[in-house]
């Protein structure tokens, strides 16, 4: 699951999806441990 919101990698971590955090211009720092990966450009 693509996501770039904390709100996003929470859930699709809630719903044992594979979060991985394209980051916005703020990277959301709280749900670092639920991204499975994060795309860096």
């Known amino acids: 699951m693509l996501e770039d919101s904390e709100n996003g990698i929470k859930a699709a971590s809630k719903a044992k999806m594979l979060p991985v955090l394209v ?19």
């Open 23 to 41: 980051p916005d211009i703020r990277r959301p720092d709280e749900v670092e441990k639920l991204v499975y990966r994060e795309l860096i450009f």
